[in-house]
Nanobody, 123 residues
Framework: QVQLLESGGGSVQAGGSLRLSCGVS????????MGWFRQAPGKEREFVAA????????DYTDSVKGRFTISRLNARNMVALQMNSLKPEDTAVYSCVASLGTVTRSQKEYPYWGQGTQVTVSS
């Protein structure tokens, strides 16, 4: 059983930064590809970023490239999302996800999900 717990959400003004963290239970964390999805009010959930089990491959949705960075620390069973230059359109609930597969943007390929953390960016 894999459990994910996000932290680090909050409110920030446009142009500010937040760092989301996701702690993962289980002894095989290093085998999982990890990622982040987000869902804004009234919108469909969308892919944000993902990183491979070894940290060598990452992928970002176009709207966050150059502003967000995903990283992982396998020794601490953690994955993080550093979010800089935040915009009001980044406001959403951000969920951490895990998969034994490769990096992918497909929600259905991630069987493990955290409960989410709210990020609010004001203009």
């Amino acid at each position: 059983q894999v459990q994910l717990l996000e932290s680090g959400g909050g409110s920030v003004q446009a142009g500010g930064s937040l760092r989301l963290s996701c702690g993962v239970s289980g002894r095989t964390f290093s085998s999982y590809a990890m990622g982040w999805f987000r869902q804004a009010p009234g919108k469909e959930r969308e892919f944000v970023a993902a990183i491979s089990w070894d940290g060598l491959t990452s992928d970002y949705t176009d709207s966050v490239k150059g502003r967000f960075t995903i990283s992982r620390l396998n020794a601490r069973n953690m994955v993080a999302l550093q979010m800089n230059s935040l915009k009001p359109e980044d406001t959403a609930v951000y969920s951490c996800v895990a998969s034994l597969g490769t990096v992918t943007r497909s929600q259905k390929e991630y069987p493990y999900w955290g409960q989410g953390t709210q990020v609010t960016v004001s203009s």
